[in-house]
């Protein structure tokens, strides 16, 4: 089974620039969450979305955005970058995004604001 | 707000040798999840073991094995025989059981290296 897929694998985005990143889950999940993993710290929570529906938002500003498509896929927008976004962004799918679900990452998007 | 600390940054064990990685946590709730995931250089997160705080028994699996205190909470990771290939960091995360996401919750890792 393929996992979870995740792209572009790094990019350099000038400040002020807008950058969509895009995650494929697990065939058969229906749940995708994003992740933001600053250098020398754990992941911290953006988003879940689950059936197209945001289920749950990190504490992120409104610059953060992301979206389901019917095919379970994901998008994760931020706009006018600053150079503090630059991160590692983690794409996570599950099954049903609920209780037991074990919770599989991707290598996840590089984004580099300078 | 639940909270996941990880108190020792970095680690630093001998091959074949045994050690041990802290975590603790803190929450109100009854029923959670624990997982420790490893983070090698390609950055990928790969779950290494979980387990449900309803139930007693430490979760093992192969080398790896959690010793799980849900009164302390406490949840640290032990690793035995150790490999030059488990050299990664290492984070402790908690999932709450019941509500609308599956959110977890990260500590701020413990970079491992193993010593040939």
Known sequence: DTGVTQSPTHLIKTRGQQVTLRCSPISGHKSVSWYQQVLGQGPQFIFQYYEKEERGRGNFPDRFSARQFPNYSSELNVNALLLGDSALYLCASSFSGQGGDTIYFGEGSWLTVV | ?116
């Open chain 2, 1 to 116: 707000a639940q909270t996941v600390t990880q108190s020792q940054p970095e680690m630093s064990v001998q091959e074949a040798e045994t050690v041990t990685l802290s975590c603790t946590y803190d929450t109100s709730e009854s029923d959670y999840y624990l997982f420790w995931y490893k983070q090698p250089p390609s950055r990928q997160m790969i779950l290494v073991i979980r387990q449900e705080a309803y139930k007693q028994q430490n979760a093992t699996e192969n080398r790896f094995s959690v010793n799980f205190q849900k009164a302390a909470k406490s949840f640290s990771l032990k690793i035995s025989d150790s490999q030059l290939g488990d050299a990664a960091m290492y984070f402790c995360a908690y999932k709450g059981y019941g509500g609308a996401t599956n959110k977890l919750i990260f500590g701020t890792g413990t970079l491992l290296a193993v010593q040939p």
